[in-house]
């Protein structure tokens, strides 16, 4: 399974490198998502959203600070006893703003009053200016509004300069990056970027045109470059632990409710061999639709073969492997799962060829109801949803004729004796059937009966009816080598055991199961149908020529067990069934005069006596069961033998004329 699924799944691998150009067009081999084209949108959000910043008020106060430490040293230097030029160089070593002369000039020749002015304008101006928040990159732009705002207050025209000089020289930002918040701003925005999906078949890159770098890690991201062989090995593991867990669940089931399958090896490898012929085939018509894979056709096998309850499950297991052969196809994987179930369901009770036929169409109808629905779920056209749904209905059909030309292939190869192989053995055209009815008439009708018998004893119980109606036809078969040692196929009063010793007679009545078998082989007849033959006496004694040998005095020469059968006892319901079926059919067909009372009377006296002599002992029936097959015995042989009117003489006449 890993080695198909991974076939399958594994895509095709490329060469290349940038500028490489290629020689057919590169197809996404699923839906997937364009990391590279997503990252470029998810960059470009993040690079469109602002940067964030805050607000520092400490910067203000600490500008404005600078402000009166400038007109405080102004204020110092004023007051010294020196010449203009002497507090100019003053000014300019306790000051070191690089102000102009001017403005060095300005200051200390104007009166206090206009110094405090000046001081209370610069500082309302800065604080003006500064309160609309500055940026690094804005400083020019906080410049041009500071000589703007000195524009409006009514100085003079130095004045104005020196103040503009004073801002200039001790304004700085005061709005901080902050670059948490502007971080959280960009995920956010990388965040509402919808992911670039690629999906199955989109063409990644054209015929003829050069490989290009994104289109490269384009490649590698999905997995198509060969010199990346990771992708290979995740693959592989991930399909390895899938199977695994499906074949855990499978093996569970076997082993906890299916014990005697989980014994028998053949039956595990015929498991084995029809699950993956049926990925196989699969994976051959998927070419076409994955509508159109039979999963049912495998599921329909299994339960006919093996068992419907491990055929539920199997359908489970191989609906994944379809879905994961399909590509993680949800939908086919689906149609497949109930297609699976359908066919499990309609091939519980198969009683003719015909009913694998209506299954295949009772699993297409349901294909296509699904189909029908996930169609409208997805709004497809009504065109796309027909043809869709065309081949849901060809799966069921297709199933269908796989099932019938598979199942005699694996009957014969697994000795598996289906519903349908009892169907065939069952045609009164059957060679050995025809031999039976020419050359032992009287066996023939005989085993009918039983096989009538048979069959409403084992429906009763709850037995399979098919299996001991077919059984019940077979289990004289012995007879065919001697037919007239036996009383049903003698045609007249002459009885050769007359003329026998008792010993004798019991040999060779005895030896019809031996022949019986040997006769089974010889035509091969399937061992179950081999099991009625060898067990349908048991070890039951011959009471008639038992009592005869008595009667002669032998009972000192001769034991009892020379006068039983070899066995072995009845294994099964269905055995055992028509072990009491025989012994009935010939003891009412004995009777004289009967009716449903006396009928049934004496089939309930043959079970008893069956039961005390413990040949029902190695079977599973109860004494519930028992009463049943009473009941179901004498309803059958009181229509058969029931008492007729008696015809008038005048009838009687003109039968005899006819």
């Known amino acids: 399974m890993v080695a198909l699924m991974l076939a399958n799944t594994f895509p095709k691998k490329y060469d290349l490198k940038v500028g490489d150009i290629v020689q057919e067009d590169i197809v996404a081999h699923k839906d997937a998502i364009d990391t590279v084209a997503t990252r470029k949108l998810q960059v470009a959000a993040a690079n469109s959203v602002p940067k964030k910043y805050t607000l520092d008020q400490n910067v203000t106060k600490e500008v404005k600070g600078k402000v009166a430490e400038i007109f405080t040293g102004v204020r110092d230097v004023r007051a010294r006893d020196m010449g203009e030029s002497d507090k100019i160089k003053m000014l300019k070593a306790v000051i070191s703003n690089g102000f102009s002369d001017e403005t060095y000039s300005v200051m200390l020749n104007l009166s206090d009053s206009e110094l405090r002015e000046l001081e209370t304008v610069t500082k309302a101006v800065i604080e003006t200016v500064m309160n609309d928040g500055i940026k690094e990159e804005s400083i020019d732009r906080a ?39 502007t971080e959280r701003e960009q995920k956010a925005a990388m965040e509402t970027v919808a992911p670039v999906k690629i999906t199955k078949g989109q063409v990644l890159i054209e015929k003829g045109k050069p490989v290009t770098q994104e289109q490269l890690e384009l490649l590698k991201e999905l997995g198509l470059l060969s010199q990346d062989n990771s992708s290979y090995f995740k693959m592989a593991f991930g399909i390895a632990v899938l199977v695994l867990i499906l074949e855990f669940i499978l093996a569970v089931e076997i082993y906890l409710f299916h014990r005697d399958v989980f014994e028998n090896v053949p039956y595990l490898g015929l498991l084995a061999i029809v699950i993956i012929t049926t990925l196989f085939i699969s994976t051959v018509f998927k070419t076409i639709s994955n509508f159109l894979v039979p999963v049912s056709a495998g599921s329909m096998l299994i339960s006919i073969l093996i068992n419907p309850h491990i055929a539920v499950t199997a359908s489970f297991v191989m609906s994944i492997a379809v879905g994961v052969l399909l590509g993680n196809d949800f939908a086919s994987a689906l149609v497949a799962l109930v297609g699976g179930l359908m066919g499990t369901y309609f091939t519980k009770k198969v009683m003719q060829r015909g009913d694998l036929t209506k299954a295949g169409g009772l699993v297409g109808l349901a294909n296509f109801l699904i189909i029908f629905g996930f169609g409208f779920l997805n709004n497809n056209s009504l065109l796309d949803i027909a043809r869709q749904s065309f081949w849901g209905i060809a799966n069921g059909f297709l199933s269908s004729i796989l099932t019938i030309g598979l199942l005699p292939f694996l009957e014969n190869s697994f000795g598996i004796t289906t519903s349908v192989r009892l169907l065939e053995l069952s045609n009164p055209n059957q060679p050995l059937l025809r031999r039976l009815l020419l050359e032992a008439p009287g066996t023939y009708h005989h085993s009918i009966i039983v096989g009538n018998l048979a069959e409403a004893a084992a429906e009763a119980v709850g037995g399979d009816a098919l299996l001991a109606r077919v059984g019940a036809s077979y289990h004289d078969i012995g007879k065919l080598k001697r037919p007239y040692f036996f009383i049903e196929n003698q045609l007249t009063s002459d009885n050769p055991h007359d003329k026998l010793n008792p010993t004798l007679s019991a040999l060779i009545i005895t030896s019809h199961v031996k022949d019986g078998l040997e006769i089974a082989r010889q035509y091969k007849l399937p061992p179950v149908i081999q099991d009625f033959i060898a067990q349908h006496h048991g070890t039951s004694l011959l009471t008639y020529f038992y009592k005869k040998a008595l009667d002669n005095h032998e009972e000192k020469k001769i034991g009892e067990s020379s006068f039983r059968y070899d066995g072995p006892k009845p294994q099964t319901k269905e055995a055992a069934i028509v072990m009491l079926a025989d012994s009935a059919e010939a003891a009412v067909r004995s009777m004289t005069k009967p009716t449903p009372g006396k009928i049934e009377g004496l089939i309930r006296q043959i079970i008893k006596e069956k039961l005390a002599d413990g040949q029902l002992d190695e079977s599973n029936l109860t004494l519930k069961d028992l009463d049943k097959i009473a009941a179901a015995f004498s309803k059958v042989l009181t229509g058969i033998f029931h008492t007729r009117i008696e015809y008038p003489e005048k009838l009687k006449e003109l039968e005899r004329k006819g």
């Open 143 to 181: 410049k041009a509004l500071i000589i703007e705002e000195f524009k409006k207050v009514s100085l003079p025209e130095p004045v104005k300069s020196a103040g503009e000089d004073i801002a200039f020289s001790v304004i700085r930002p005061n709005m901080i990056f902050d670059e948490e918040a």
